[in-house]
């Protein structure tokens, strides 16, 4: 089978969906691994580490025609699903509840397109899970970030000049994103506090060493897949009022509140963000959907005329795209590894495994996904 991984068309991304790494394990499985020179040039993979592995690299897109399977990062466009052999696979995320367009293409392509982002929430998937991967980081990363832009330090620092207190940092949304933005602001020594919906995540919050604010909203609960259920507006209106106090005395206040395949929930209001002092920092780490706070512009920095910076960077893992390729990479090869078949050395598509089930969205000419097939819309 010949794997191919292009360089990435997409404005702005730093990342690549094969490393040395990966591509050594795709090597070891018996499939034939082609790149485009230069995939690996932004996220810090030379050239040479891919031909060192038995890569085949060529100068430009055009073996994407002639692939079995296409490993995409980031996003694809209609265009380059549409340049795929068909019956071939393209693996990526297609975010299908937003990009609808995408899966209609790849379905009219008559390729199998999988997207990872639709990975089940179980043990096994966990090594293929490319949400989790990249909200690791994100996470990770908002705490560097929202460090960088602070006029305070994090730690509480004793010295003959006197005491500086430590930060006090608020987390709303304790998934993985959130519980990594935890962690990492722990270890820098700020006082931390969180808050969920799904009251499980308490434990977890407490043995990293943060304070759970408990706010008394009724039943939320989760769905069967782990994910947070929305809130009516009554409980919403109850989470804001019980956070305001919350955020108006921390430095920081980082948003992590997704509701997966839907609009994110607007939980810091305009008031609540007024009533923060000057020079506090607020990371919407929802920004992509659409936002947790009140004044979140995608992909900017706001300063309100209180003085608070509200940065809605998207996809903060670009920023450390090192690692977010070895993940990523490393998701997308534990995922054709698992279904590989090594004697006929191809990947064995399985329609009746529950982790195919989950990502595959089309195949053989149509929308094959539960939830976006067209009999699935005609029966709602
Ligand atoms: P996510 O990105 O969908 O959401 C982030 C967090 O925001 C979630 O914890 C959610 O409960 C919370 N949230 C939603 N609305 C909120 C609100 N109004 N106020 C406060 N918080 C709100 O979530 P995620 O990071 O993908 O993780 C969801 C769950 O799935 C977690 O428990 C995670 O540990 C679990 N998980 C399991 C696996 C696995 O088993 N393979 C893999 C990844 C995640």
Not at 183 to 198: E, K
Not at 250 to 263: C, E, H, M, N, Y
Not at 340 to 367: N, Y
Request: hydrophobic share 40%; charged share 20%; proline share 4%.
């Amino acid at each position: 089978m010949l794997i191919y991984a292009p360089k990435s068309q997409q404005n702005g991304e730093t990342r690549t969906a094969l490393t040395p790494a990966s591509a050594k394990k795709l090597v070891g499985l018996g499939a034939e691994v082609v790149a485009q020179a230069g995939l690996g040039e932004l996220s810090g993979y030379s050239d040479q580490e891919y031909k060192d592995v038995g890569v085949t690299l060529v100068p430009d897109d055009s073996k994407r025609g002639e692939a079995d399977i296409v490993l995409e990062v980031g996003t694809t466009t209609p265009a380059l699903l549409s340049g795929q052999k068909p019956g071939s696979m393209f693996v990526g995320v297609l975010n299908p509840f937003i990009e609808g367009a995408l899966v209609e293409a790849a379905a009219k392509a008559n390729i199998s397109a999988f997207s990872l982002d639709m990975m089940p929430r179980t043990t096994i998937a966990q090594k293929m899970d490319v949400l989790s991967s990249q909200a690791n980081l994100a996470g990770y990363y908002s705490v560097v970030l929202a460090t960088e832009r602070l006029n305070k330090i994090l730690p509480m620092m004793m010295t003959p000049a006197g005491t500086l207190a430590p930060a006090k940092v608020f987390v709303i949304g304790v998934g993985v994103a959130g519980l990594q933005a935890i962690a990492t602001a722990r270890r820098l020594g700020a006082r931390v506090q969180a808050f969920d919906t799904r009251p499980v995540v308490e434990e977890q919050v407490k043995s990293l060493g943060a304070k759970f604010v408990k706010i008394d909203l009724g039943e939320t609960g989760q769905t069967d897949q782990g994910y947070a259920k929305e809130l009516t507006a009554e409980q919403l209106e109850k989470q804001r009022q019980g956070m305001a106090k919350v955020c108006a005395q921390s430095d920081i206040v980082i948003t992590t509140a997704k509701l997966f395949g839907r609009k994110a929930p607007q939980i810091v209001t305009e008031d609540m963000v007024a009533g923060m002092a000057s020079g506090s920092i607020v990371v919407d780490l929802a920004a992509e959907t659409g936002g947790n706070v009140a004044g979140t512009k995608l992909d900017e920095e706001v300063i309100t005329s209180n003085g608070v910076r509200i940065i809605g960077l998207g996809k903060l893992e670009l920023h450390v795209p090192k690692h977010a390729s070895q993940m990523y990479a490393a998701n997308l090869a534990n995922f054709l590894e698992h279904f590989w078949d090594s004697e006929e050395k191809v990947f064995g598509l399985k329609r009746e495994d529950e982790i195919i089930e989950g990502c595959l969205m089309t195949h053989d000419g149509a929308i094959v996904h539960p939830k976006f097939s067209k009999s699935t819309e005609k029966s709602q």
